[in-house]
């Protein structure tokens, strides 16, 4: 760069003011042809939509300010020149900065832009503006000899600046979006193009001094464009390639993880809709239809049955209806576990008078199996959990014991101090779980359905309804059961331990 630019300021000296500006514009022109062939070469792969819209437009760029060569004054090449060199300097500076400008909206633009439409609107857009200054002649004058530069020409530098002050502030809010090696090329290639602009609406001549400084700015730009595109592009290409792969890695794990988690909770989801409907289909249908199967036979015989047969039907229907309202109340319950509608709102709770509430909900079913319910509270200290939460659970834990348990047998509801917690148990002398299926309720949350000593139905809903409740509560439940000698199901909860 350092030797072109002696070249350069060696042909300012030879008094020859057209080459020097001739040999500066085209080397500016051989760089924006080059943008332009490398990118539409490689649009396919290009990953970053500012330069591939400014490499697309910059083609266009190149070819008005290639009349703006030609029809410098002194080149002779287009007769009866008006100056139309600073008509289409303008014309280009201000295509220029608005492509900059107009690139940053595509930036993190994720669907492809239309090359074949951007070539097709740059393509008018240059047709209409040197239509408009060689033929129509009604583009604004921008230099008349011996009076200078006119006040359109000025004005219209200093917006251009203004623009460029204005894309640079885009190209540091949008600087993570660039190589840290390509961001401060395209820094200071705007920077100097800033002051190849001021340089302009200064010179009163078009040999002038100031102008050939604003072109010395002007080449130095266009050579750190060609730093940032072309020969990064050439030299690094496969950096370029790899820095695009590890963005886009990046973005397709965070997404492969977040489907995952979708999938997940997708899976859990169906999972507990499958379990929704087979205890819909099986465990409230079967109730059903031996309450119609009992009532018909009823109504067919009401005049000639004995009343032992009558009242043995009606316990039937007692039962089967007592067990469903229990199942619809646990479905209700898990429902909204499901949902999330469902949270804990934890108050300070007596944890003995937990157990009495409990007792008192289902000591008429276990007396009807003629089964006693003792409380053995060992702990004044309260506990800190949601009333209607824990209820629920130690209704379910309790119902399940009265349900796997003998006549005259006798459960314990019990309570203890456990460290910082409250530790409450429900004990009975039932039929009791293997250790196989134990370890798969703890570790899934699922139980398979078994009879109850007296032909009860059982759907392992309550229990898992249960286990999730307590879990919402911040505990943990515990079970000891042997085949055959019963089972201890225990869960610990928070104590409160705040101050009265």
Not at 25 to 51: C, D, H, M
Not at 262 to 274: A, C, P, R, T, W
Not at 367 to 388: G, M, P, S
Request: charged share 20%.
């Amino acid at each position: 760069m350092i030797l072109v630019l002696v070249l350069v300021f060696w042909t300012s000296l030879l008094q020859s003011y057209v080459l020097f500006h001739t040999i500066v514009e085209l080397l500016s022109i051989i760089v924006t042809f080059a943008l332009f062939i490398i990118t539409w070469n490689a649009r396919k792969i290009i990953g970053n939509q500012f330069l591939l819209f400014v490499g697309i437009a910059y083609l266009f760029v190149g070819c008005l300010d290639l009349l703006h060569t030609l029809t410098y004054k002194g080149m002779n090449i287009i007769p009866g020149t008006l100056y139309y060199a600073n008509q289409f300097w303008i014309a280009t500076r201000f295509l220029e900065v608005c492509t900059l400008i107009i690139g940053f909206r595509f930036l993190k633009r994720e669907k492809r832009l239309n090359t074949d439409l951007i070539v097709l609107i740059y393509t008018i857009l240059f047709v209409a503006i040197t239509l408009s200054i060689l033929y129509y002649k009604n583009f604004p004058e921008c230099y008349i000899e011996g009076l200078g530069q006119t006040h359109f020409k000025i004005y219209a530098e200093y917006i251009v600046i203004g623009l460029l002050l204005f894309a640079i502030w885009l190209l540091h809010k949008n600087k993570t979006a660039f190589d840290k090696q390509i961001w401060p090329l395209l820094l200071w290639s705007l920077i100097f193009t800033v002051i190849s602009e001021f340089c302009f609406t200064l010179y009163i001549s078009n040999y002038g001094l100031s102008n050939q400084i604003g072109h010395y700015s002007k080449l130095i730009s266009f050579y750190l464009i060609y730093k940032a595109n072309i020969e990064t592009g050439f030299t690094h290409p496969t950096q370029l390639l790899f820095n695009t792969l590890s963005q886009d890695e990046k973005k397709y794990r965070a997404l492969s993880e977040h489907l995952r988690s979708i999938q997940v909770e997708l899976q859990n989801s169906n999972e507990s809709k499958d379990k929704l409907f087979s205890i819909i289909a099986h465990d409230l249908k079967n109730p059903f239809a031996s309450i119609l199967a009992v009532t018909d036979l009823i109504q067919k015989r009401v005049d000639t049955m004995p009343k032992d047969k009558l009242l043995h039907f009606l316990n039937i229907i007692h039962r089967t209806v007592r067990e469903s309202n229990i199942l619809l109340a646990n479905l209700l319950e898990w429902a909204k576990m499901q949902t999330g509608i469902l949270e804990a709102v934890p108050q300070r709770l007596v944890a003995g008078e937990l157990l009495e509430t409990t007792k008192n909900s289902l000591e008429s079913v276990a007396l009807a199996k003629e089964i006693q319910i003792d409380i053995d509270v060992k702990t004044e200290k309260v506990v800190f959990a949601d009333k209607n939460m824990l209820l629920t659970a130690l209704r379910n834990l309790l119902s399940n014991a009265i349900k796997f348990s003998p006549s005259n047998s006798t459960i314990v509801l019990a309570v203890k101090e456990d460290a910082n917690h409250i530790a409450f148990s429900v004990a009975d002398n039932g039929v009791g779980i293997s250790e196989e299926a134990i370890a798969a309720f703890l570790s899934n949350g699922r139980l398979s359905s078994t009879q109850g000593t007296a032909r009860e139905k059982g759907t392992g809903l309550g229990l898992m309804l249960s286990k999730e409740l307590i879990e919402k509560n911040k505990g943990r439940m515990h079970i000891e059961s042997e085949p055959g000698r019963g089972s201890i199901f225990s869960f610990t909860i928070p104590a409160d331990i705040t101050p009265n």
